[in-house]
Structures are given as C-alpha cells and as structure tokens.
C-alpha cells in the first residue's frame, strides 16, 4: 500500500520544478557577489569611520572639562562603536542599492 511508482516519480519531478534556485545560477552569483561587495564596503568604512571618531572623542575627554567629568570609557566606546556601526550600515546599504539598480536597468535594456 504505497504510492504507485510513475504517480512517485511524477510527484517528485514537479517538486523539484519548484525548488530554490541552484548555486550555479547567475543571479545567485551575482547577489553572492554583491553581498561580499557590500560587506567589504561597509567594513572599509566602518574602519575609517571609527577611526575618524575616535580622535577627536578621546582628545575631546581629555582636554574639555565637561567630557572629562562625564564622559566615562563605557561611553567614550560608545561613541566611536556607534560611528563605526553607522558607517557600515551606511555604506553596506548604498553599495546593495547601487548593485540593484544596476541590475534593474540591466534588465530594463535587455527588454526594449
């Protein structure tokens, strides 16, 4: 009492018609791609961004009172992390927004 084997076979067949896309495909070599891009992006300026932040937060809490009195090291990391954090979603975004549009328009010239 089982499924008969062609009504198996055929059920098997139209399942896979419908399964994910295989990693071979260009459109999925292409998001990879343009997911690593992004990435890289956002670490590259996630780096200058701290970097940036980070001199002037900790001469600032150094020399301005102010900073010094109420400016602890949990804080002074939280400056810099927010900058860098900042930055690298920032820049990952654009860098994923520009790889689609390019795609989109790609595909827009392919049609007409």
């Not at 198996?8 to 399964?19: E, I, N, T």
């Not at 990879?32 to 956002?42: D, I, L, P, Y």
């Not at 900790?58 to 020399?63: H, K, P, Q, Y």
């Not at 989109?104 to 049609?111: A, G, L, N, R």
């Given at each position: 009492?089982?499924?008969?084997?062609?009504?198996?076979?055929?059920?098997?067949?139209?399942?896979?018609?419908?399964?994910?896309?295989?990693?071979?495909?260009?459109?999925?070599?292409?998001?990879?791609?343009?997911?690593?891009?992004?990435v890289?992006?956002?670490?590259?300026?996630?780096?200058?961004?701290?970097?940036?932040?980070?001199?002037?937060?900790?001469?600032?809490?150094?020399?301005?009172?102010?900073?010094?009195a109420?400016?602890?090291?949990?804080?002074?990391?939280?400056?810099?992390?927010?900058?860098?954090?900042?930055?690298?979603?920032?820049?990952?975004?654009?860098?994923?927004?520009?790889?689609?549009?390019?795609?989109?328009?790609?595909?827009?010239?392919?049609?007409?």
């Amino acid at each position: 009492m089982g499924i008969p084997a062609d009504l198996r076979d055929a059920w098997a067949s139209k399942r896979k018609s419908f399964a994910i896309a295989s990693p071979n495909e260009p459109a999925v070599l292409h998001s990879k791609s343009s997911v690593r891009e992004a990435v890289q992006s956002g670490i590259k300026t996630a780096l200058i961004a701290g970097a940036v932040a980070a001199v002037p937060t900790l001469v600032g809490c150094r020399v301005i009172p102010w900073a010094k009195a109420n400016l602890n090291y949990t804080a002074q990391a939280l400056i810099i992390s927010a900058a860098s954090i900042a930055g690298f979603f920032i820049a990952a975004d654009q860098t994923i927004l520009e790889s689609a549009r390019e795609n989109s328009f790609q595909k827009y010239d392919k049609t007409t």
